[in-house]
């Protein structure tokens, strides 16, 4: 299984950025989704996450309303759409499976089983 992250970039605040995981290895429709990210010094934090359907989401409090998760099961990618970044955004940001037997999201880190090597982003003020 392989989880490769990309989109990840420097912006100033104010800007968007659309993060893409492509999944491989794995029935991509049969596993919910989630995005991380952990800052320097910091412990990684969950930031949303998508059920295999992609017919719910759920994020973090920190990101609602500027950050958008979607998916597409032909192609086997979960996206992540972030507007309105903040310097406080800036972390590497992480996609994660999460094998998924009825249709929910994830919160829990611990729930996943498999994870992305990260992609940086970076937010200057």
């Known amino acids: 299984v392989q989880l490769v992250e990309s989109g990840g970039g420097l912006v100033q605040a104010g800007a968007s950025l659309r993060l893409s995981c492509t999944a491989s290895g794995l029935t991509f429709s049969g596993y919910g989704m989630g995005w991380f990210r952990q800052a320097p010094g910091k412990e990684r934090e969950f930031v949303g996450a998508i059920t295999k359907s992609g017919d719910s989401t759920s994020y973090a409090d920190s990101v609602k309303g500027r950050f958008t998760i979607s998916r597409d099961n032909a192609k086997n990618m979960v996206f992540l759409q972030m507007n309105s970044l903040k310097p406080e955004d800036t972390a590497v940001y992480y996609c994660?499976?999460?094998?998924?037997?009825?249709?929910?999201?994830?919160?829990?880190?611990?729930?996943?089983?498999?994870w992305g090597q990260g992609t940086q982003v970076t937010v200057s003020s």
């Open positions: 994660a499976a999460a094998w998924s037997l009825i249709s929910t999201v994830f919160q829990s880190g611990y729930q996943y089983s498999y």
